[in-house]
């Protein structure tokens, strides 16, 4: 019976295409890859909120992919009406590029406009056969490390940065930070261009030894392959991620979606927001919700991109720009 | 009936008659016929051939649909018949049924001009429409996010009168129709030559203009090599994923041809889906390969009559 609903359902939707009413609206969400699931949870709750609050009916159609190049497509006239990208440096592009944003966006919202931070964790097989603990497991010769291409993926330059940070506070200099992080992409197969590309070569095709990768997605991979027993190593050091969101000021002017995309994204500051956001394995911003679900994260020292490396335009320069110290490494 | 008993003596004469009147002469040591060669070496290449094929081409076949159905025909239909699934292959048949009569409407007197006529330039018309196979289907739709995109020559031009190109259906059939663009021309030029332009000349000589020349007498001697040229152009136009998927935006519903729907399923652990949509992609593809056998077979049948 439900799969009939389903089939018809999804006939009308067929036969009648994009044919909308007046006060239905539509949002487009431009995400990096690993919040498919925690929006696909998300965008109906807020539908309901903003039926409840105003009558009007909202869709919010998803696109997902590596966050910079999600940034390249909103660039190139991907109508987005928000973005929820990896790091505040893809969002930055947006008004330095083409000024589709103030320079201030980071401003507009509460804890620099991030509703949800991470940290990046490792995931390993089984038993934890190599005996990774910590980040100086991964530059012994012999393990496979798997991570995306800090050039087209926001959480592969939190892997790297997060290296980097540990190898600096523990050989003292830049320099020992920068042998360490090559040390470390020698160890490194495969450079996918997004986290769920990493994720799935680790976990479907079953190369490497480890997986850096955010801690929603360590969470999420492990209870999508249940069976196979993938363990989470939290190491003793790791950096703070902030998955910063901002409306497309240029975009919804256009399409006259301002308040509907504005409260959209105060909605994931809410309660009901932050409660879903820990569901999908995200540390919640708001004080109240994190000291409820403090036993759903490991305690880890973590070092925020403003005190370690400057903010982030400072680090995309000195590391991730071309001709960067990443180019330097990773050339050979 | 036995059409083929009834025909085996003229084939035979058809073998037989120029060995005798040319005197063929084997090379020395060399076998006259491939059956001749030993048993096992005809054996060991056929079962090798049907080795990979089976391994290569028929169980990667059988494990979309295996995956598909892992979960039960029930799980099948609802991955099937979800609105974003449904999307995509409306989609799908959208830039199809538009780029391949585009194709058609081009190729056809592109082929026409080529094989017909000799022009200053017809060598540069031939390397323009062998394009599409020489550049990497990436580069292809990257062209057009230079053109059409915001930062590109037409962008801001295109936003000022609120002209949807890129990330929107437009964008997904034209990069369709440029990679698929060589299918039909290229099938009918070979055919168009090799049959010349007697036919042509004659009926002009009795009194036809240039329409009724092309749908008397060309278009019946070229419409077997149209049909399968519009078969594989059509077979690509479903299947192609790289330059679709730079013009895509990959908007869930919206702007995600079947391809593309595929691998957001197969990213999002949801492989009963993705392997669900790859099998009506592969019964596309099987479709359009018995088409293709059987066009192949009557213009056989066209041939021999």
């Known amino acids: 019976m439900k799969t009939s609903n389903h089939l018809i359902f999804a006939l009308l939707i067929f036969l009648g295409g994009t044919g909308a009413s007046a006060k239905n609206i539509q949002l487009l969400n431009v995400s990096y890859d690993p919040t498919r699931e ?8 807020f539908a309901a909120h903003w039926k409840a609050q105003t009558g009007d009916t909202v869709v919010i159609k998803q696109s997902h992919g590596g966050s910079g190049k999600q940034a390249r497509g909103v660039i190139d006239g991907l109508q987005a009406d928000v973005v929820t990208l990896a790091l505040a440096a893809d969002i930055d592009a947006l008004h330095e590029v083409a000024q589709l944003i103030p320079r201030d966006w980071q401003q507009r919202l509460s804890h620099n406009a991030s509703p949800y931070t991470s940290t990046i964790v490792f995931l390993v097989r089984k ?15 012999g393990v496979a490390v798997i991570t995306p291409n800090p050039k087209t993926s926001g959480g592969a330059r939190w892997n790297y940065l997060a290296a980097w940070a540990y190898a600096r506070r523990h050989t003292g200099s830049e320099a020992g930070a920068q042998k360490f992080v090559a040390s470390l992409f020698k160890n490194v197969p495969v450079l996918d261009s997004g986290a769920r590309g990493s994720t799935t070569t680790f976990v479907q095709r079953g190369i490497g030894d480890v997986l850096l990768a955010w801690e929603n997605e360590a969470h999420l991979a492990q209870k999508e392959f249940r069976a196979e027993g993938y363990e989470i190593v939290v190491p003793s050091l790791s950096i703070l991620a902030e998955p910063p969101v901002c409306v497309v000021d240029k975009n919804v002017k256009k399409k006259g979606t301002q308040a509907v995309a504005q409260a959209y994204l105060e909605y994931l500051f809410s309660e009901e927001g932050q409660h879903l956001a820990v569901r999908h394995f995200y540390r919640p911003t708001s004080p109240a919700v994190a000291r409820k679900y403090a036993q759903n994260f490991p305690q880890l020292e973590l070092v925020t991109i403003d005190a370690a490396f400057g903010g982030w335009p400072q680090a995309q320069k000195t590391h991730f720009a071309d001709g960067g110290v990443f180019d330097q490494i990773y050339a050979r | 009936m036995d059409l083929t008993a009834a025909a085996r003596p003229f084939f035979n004469m058809a073998v037989v008659v120029p060995s005798v009147l040319f005197k063929v002469r084997p090379l020395a040591g060399a076998p006259l016929r491939a059956t001749q060669d ?9 079962g090798i051939a049907l080795g990979f094929l089976g391994f290569f081409l028929v169980l990667p076949l059988v494990a979309v649909f295996g995956e598909a159905l892992r979960r039960g025909l029930g799980a099948y239909f609802t991955a099937v018949g979800d609105a974003d699934a449904l999307a995509s292959v409306k989609l799908t048949l959208i830039a199809a049924l538009i780029s391949v009569p585009a194709n058609v409407v081009f190729g056809v007197p592109a082929a026409w001009c080529i094989a017909k006529y000799s022009f200053r330039g017809k060598s540069l018309l031939i390397t323009l429409i062998d394009l599409p196979f020489a550049v990497s289907p990436v580069i292809s739709g990257l062209i057009y996010v230079l053109v059409f995109g915001a930062q590109g020559w037409l962008g801001p031009w295109l936003i000022e009168h609120d002209v949807k190109i890129i ?3 437009p964008g997904i059939v034209l990069a369709t129709t440029f990679v698929t663009f060589p299918f039909v021309a290229r099938e009918l030029i070979p055919l168009m030559q090799a049959q010349g332009s007697e036919e042509e000349y004659a009926a002009i000589t009795l009194g036809a203009n240039g329409w ?4 008397r007498v060309t278009l019946p001697n070229i419409k077997w090599g149209l049909l399968y040229g519009v078969i594989l152009c059509n077979a690509r136009a479903m299947g192609e994923f790289g330059a679709v998927s730079v013009v895509s935006g990959h908007i ?3 702007t995600n041809t079947m391809p593309l729907h595929v691998e957001i399923l197969y990213n999002e652990y949801n492989f009963v889906g993705a392997f669900a949509v790859a099998s009506l992609l592969a019964l596309l593809a099987l479709v359009t390969l018995v088409l293709k056998s059987i066009v192949e077979w009557r213009h056989a049948q066209a041939h021999a009559a």
């Open chain 1, 38 to 45: 925690f929006y696909a949870e998300f965008n109906p709750a």
């Open chain 1, 127 to 141: 038993g934890n056969p190599k005996a990774i603990k910590d980040w100086n497991d991964l530059v012994q010769p």
């Open chain 2, 38 to 46: 030993p048993r096992w070496v005809r054996w060991l290449l056929t």
């Open chain 2, 167 to 169: 990330f929107a259906v």
């Open chain 2, 212 to 215: 009724q020349t092309f749908w």
């Open chain 2, 252 to 254: 869930r519903g919206e």
